[in-house]
Structures are given as C-alpha cells and as structure tokens.
C-alpha cells in the first residue's frame, strides 16, 4: 500500500485527510443517524456508484471499522432502513399558473423572503425544486434553510442555502486559511446551492435583489435556527448554461473556475463552474482564519 494511504477497505484506500474529514463530519453533524452519516460521508470522499448514488452500505461498514479501532464514535444504532443520498420521495407535480408574472420591481412592494419550517412547506419546496431546477432536488445534511420567495400571497420562486464545499484551492488561497482553519470553521461558510425563479415569473433585476435579501437575512435566520452566523456566502455557476449575470449585480466577487471535481474538492468528474463569493462581515478574513475570535452574534454585518 501507497504510504499515504493508511487504511484500506472494501476495495478502496483511505488518507489520513479522508479518516479526519469522517471525523469532521461526525463531529460537525452530530444530530445525523448512522445511515445519514454514511450518504454525508460518501458524498464528502465521492465514495459513490458511476450513476453517482453514495455507496452507503459499504462506507457504513468502514465508518464500524473505524469505531471498532477507536478513531470514531457513531450514533446509538437504531432501527433502520439504509438510505441512499438521493431522495425517493414522490414528489407533487407544480403547474404553471395561466397567468405570466410580469412588470418591474416596483410594481412589486414587498418583496421577501420566507423560511419553509413546517414538514408541508418543505415538502412543497422540494417539490418545486424537483420539477422547475435543472438540477432537481438532492438531499441535504447539516446546516441549511429553505426559503420562498414571496409577494404578497403569490410565490415567485425559491432559494436554498447549505452547507459549503470541503476544499476548494481557489477560495482557500484567497481567504488565506490552514487546513486547521478550514476544519474548525468551515461551517462559517454557507453554500447557496439552489436558486430558482419560477419559469412564468419574468420582472427584471428580481434575481440579484433576492441576492441581496438574502444576505441581509441569513445572519439573523442563522443564529435564531443554528446559533452561530456564517461570515461568507458561496455559490457555483455552470457556465454552460448560466453567466451569473444576477450574481455580479449583487456584487459577489468571481474567484476563476473550479476543476471539475465536484463539492469535495476531491475524486470524481463534475462539470467545472465559476465560482462567487459573497463576505457577509467586514472581518469575514480574520474569523475564518482565527486572528479574530468568533463569539456567537459577534460579526457586524455592516457593508
């Protein structure tokens, strides 16, 4: 076996990154099940099939093996079925409304965003994730918020946030952080990983000013929900169908092109994206890096 790996199992080597980031994972989302643990872990390490469904059962299997030898504590074993990362509920069909949605933003005062809480609501939000994205709906683990966006009684659209990619080069060399850093703050880092305005909705400018709602609200939905404040929002940009042109508007910072390898940063073939930051605080450098302490409630989000 290659140095570098210092542990094999079902046909796969591991690193030591790979046995610290398991240990991140569990550690970060304590709240998860063993099988939720597993798909998080299979989608962090790209430990999946090549239709790209996590490899839950064998990684289940490893993450046994590494408590048995000490280097992990997994949940209390419940009584459970073996989920996959990809969700199988049946979802609702949303129809299209007969009427277009149309005019400018000041026709439509009142403009907001609305957090999808009860099991209905996210059911409803998945569902029009699931018909109306390109991308569909995928599940999520960890930290994250829904929201609608809404005038008046009428929905315009949705918008999600989650958690952030485990390495990227080109924000890591620009935010200036350690490995170290990275592992004990990257949950300072939210990931807007959906974004859809409805295809009958077409009002100019609608997409970056949600943006910037959305930069304004997180801190607070954040700390009411989770109990801590991200200090930069992140988001990828398939230029093959998208120029983030909503994203620039709203003033995110383009950081060049990821390499292909999907949420990890590691392992796998994803298509490359652009890649936009957002600094939610003035200091966002100094918290992720802990030349400044980060108390709960303590970033003035102040731009």
């Known amino acids: ?13 591991f690193t030591l990154e790979d ?6 994972t ?17 989608e962090f390490l790209g430990w999946t099939t090549d239709a790209g469904r996590p490899k839950a059962a064998p990684c289940l299997g490893f993450l ?71 991308l569909g709906y995928k599940r999520t683990f960890g930290s994250r918020l829904f929201y609608f966006i809404v005038s008046g009684d009428r929905e315009l659209g949705c918008i999600q ?21 990275r592992k004990q703050r990257l949950h300072l880092i939210v990931n807007n990983s959906r974004f859809l305005i409805f295809p009958w909705v077409h009002i100019p400018n609608l997409a970056s000013h949600i943006l910037g709602l959305a930069s304004r609200q997180i801190p607070s939905d954040y700390m009411r929900i989770y109990y801590y404040e991200p200090v930069l929002l992140e988001t990828f940009v398939d230029p093959g169908y998208f120029h983030g042109t909503c994203y620039k508007a709203a003033n995110w910072e383009y950081l060049g092109m990821t390499h292909g390898r ?36 303590d970033p003035e989000h102040d731009f």
């Not at 809480?117 to 569902?127: A, H, I, N, Q």
């Not at 992720?288 to 108390?295: M, N, Q, W």
Request: glycine letters at 6%; proline letters at 4%.
């Open 64 to 134: 046994e093996k590494l408590e048995s030898e000490g280097f992990l504590t997994l949940p209390p074993l419940q009584t459970e079925k073996i989920r996959s990362g990809k969700c199988k509920e049946s979802f609702t069909q949303i129809q299209k409304p007969e009427a277009e949605i149309t005019g400018f933003l000041a026709d439509y005062n009142g403009i907001r965003l609305v957090l999808a809480e009860t099991p209905g609501d996210r059911k409803k939000f998945r569902s029009y994730i699931e018909t109306y994205h390109m």
């Open 262 to 297: 999907g949420r990890t940063g590691k392992r796998g073939d994803a298509s490359k994206k652009d890649i936009y930051m957002y600094p939610l605080c003035r200091d966002f450098r100094r918290y992720l890096t802990g030349e400044k302490a980060y108390r709960r409630g």
């Open 161 to 181: 946030f989650s958690a952030s990619s485990w390495a990227l080069k080109e924000r890591d060399e620009w935010i200036g952080w350690t490995t170290q850093d």
């Open 26 to 42: 569990r550690k970060q989302y304590p709240d998860l099940s063993r099988t939720e643990l597993a798909s998080t872990v299979c």
């Open 19 to 24: 046995i610290e980031l398991i240990q991140w």
């Open 1 to 13: 076996m290659d140095k570098k790996y210092i542990m094999e199992y079902a046909a796969r080597s």
